[in-house]
């Protein structure tokens, strides 16, 4: 199915600006003068199972710690980014490490999900022990951070915004998709909260979970936050076959292949990444998967 207009306004717009391009003769920034591009936010080359499942993907990146002295709201982190910008600005997303847990548990995904063209910033908490409501505020206290006053926020557009998160982190990325529907994605890994519906959710989410998590076992976490999302904000589940709780804390292939695919179709409104969700993975390391696909 299409993503309603109502959690993706912009796309519209972007595609009769886009065709009015075309119609006067002109070419798509970052095209090169090649086939044009379905959206004006498309960044990096067209999409195989081999680029998502590298080490790195086509955007050579740097990073630069931020202070907690110098940020309110969040606890500081690190930032992740593209060093080109020949291709516009990026989108960007926030993500939140879990219970007792410090940014470095998964720092593996900054640079991995930078590398495929968006700002990533890895947060830490306030505290070790905050809640997911409010590591979702720090989420988006965060995004506000990147987007106003960090030194790479020229290369962000403030438009297209994203968050992520584990576990409680991934919990607290419910919470921030809940109060700011603006959001182009979120994707919640191994959730944990005690909220459990969240039928007033409006922003496409991939929540990713673990068949064998003991912490936040997916019957009464991932699979009941996933069937209470409408079907019009357009959802998707991943099971990864065998997984703890504890899975985004190494390298994870699945993970970052579908989670690289979700950002790009929701955050660069790249419909070449449709492929790698609809009908989407499957192999050995899957459980399950479940989607709305956007493109059915």
Known sequence: MSSPTTTR?????????????LAAGGVVAGSGGAAQA???????????????????????????????????????????????TSE???GAIAISPGYTAAWSSISWLGPRIASHG???IGIETNTRLDQPDSRGRQLLAALDYLTQRSSVRTRIDSSR?????????GGGSLEAASSRPSLQAAVPLAPWNLDKSWSELRVPTLIIGGESDSVAPVA???????????????????????????????????TARQMVAWLKRFVDDDTRYEQF????????AIQEYRNTCPSA
């Open 88 to 90: 516009g600005a990026f």
């Open 9 to 21: 306004p912009r796309s519209v717009v972007a595609r009769f600006a886009l065709a009015a391009v």
């Open 220 to 254: 009464t976490h991932s699979v009941p936050f996933y069937n209470s999302i409408p079907a019009s904000a357009e959802k998707a589940y991943l099971e990864l076959n065998g997984a703890s709780h504890f899975f985004p804390q190494t390298t994870n292939t699945p």
């Open 38 to 84: 379905a959206s004006p936010y498309e960044r990096g080359p067209a999409p195989t199972t081999a680029i998502l499942e590298a080490s790195r993907g086509p955007f050579a990146t740097a990073s630069q710690s931020v202070s907690s002295l110098s940020v309110t709201g969040f606890g500081g982190g690190v930032i992740y980014y593209p060093t080109s």
């Open 118 to 120: 968006f700002v990533v």
């Open 277 to 284: 969700l609809c009908p989407g993975p499957s192999g050995s």
């Open 161 to 169: 915004l994203a968050v992520a998160g584990h576990s409680m982190g």
